[in-house]
Structure formats: structure tokens, C-alpha cells
């Protein structure tokens, strides 16, 4: 097996992980509402990212975590939707 798609996996989870920790930092200074939003959006875009890589690289085959995935990335892109439409200024 590749190294190449654990580590793409792994390094895209990071970066969800990142933002999240810059956007939760940055709504703690400014208290900005849309930073708020995003920063939830982004637990969202984390637990999708953990997720496609413990389906695809951790657990075998005959388990699928599609319906999970699918759910978590819906969950988040409605969350940052609401924030941009209902809370901008």
C-alpha cells in the first residue's frame, strides 16, 4: 500500500484542524459572529476529514462510513450557509 493517500488524508484532517483552532482564536478576540459560524462549520469539515480517513485507510473494506461522511459535510456546509445568510451585517 501507498503512502501517499494516508498521508494526503492526514494532512487534509490537519488543515481542517488548523482553521478551526485559527477561527475559534480569531472569534475569541473580535467575538465577530461569522467567525463564530465558520469555526463550527469547521468541526464539521474536521470530523468529515477523521472520518474518509479512518473508512478508507483504517477499517476494512466491508465497512462503509458514506452515509456518516455524507451527513457530517451536509451538517457543516449548512451551518457556514446559515451563518453567511442569516448573520452577515
Known amino acids: 500500500m501507498s503512502m501517499f493517500p494516508p498521508a494526503v488524508y492526514l494532512l487534509c484532517a490537519t488543515a481542517s484542524l488548523v482553521c478551526l483552532v485559527l ?26 476529514n477523521l472520518l474518509v480517513f479512518v473508512d478508507l485507510i483504517l477499517l476494512p473494506a466491508s465497512v462503509d462510513l458514506l452515509p456518516f461522511r455524507n451527513l457530517t459535510s451536509i451538517a457543516a456546509i449548512g451551518i457556514l450557509l446559515y451563518g453567511f445568510i442569516w448573520e452577515t451585517e
Not at 30 to 46: E, K, Y
Open 23 to 48: 477561527l475559534t482564536r480569531s472569534y475569541l478576540q473580535t467575538r465577530s459572529r461569522l467567525l463564530l459560524w465558520s469555526a463550527l462549520s469547521f468541526v464539521g469539515f474536521s470530523a468529515n
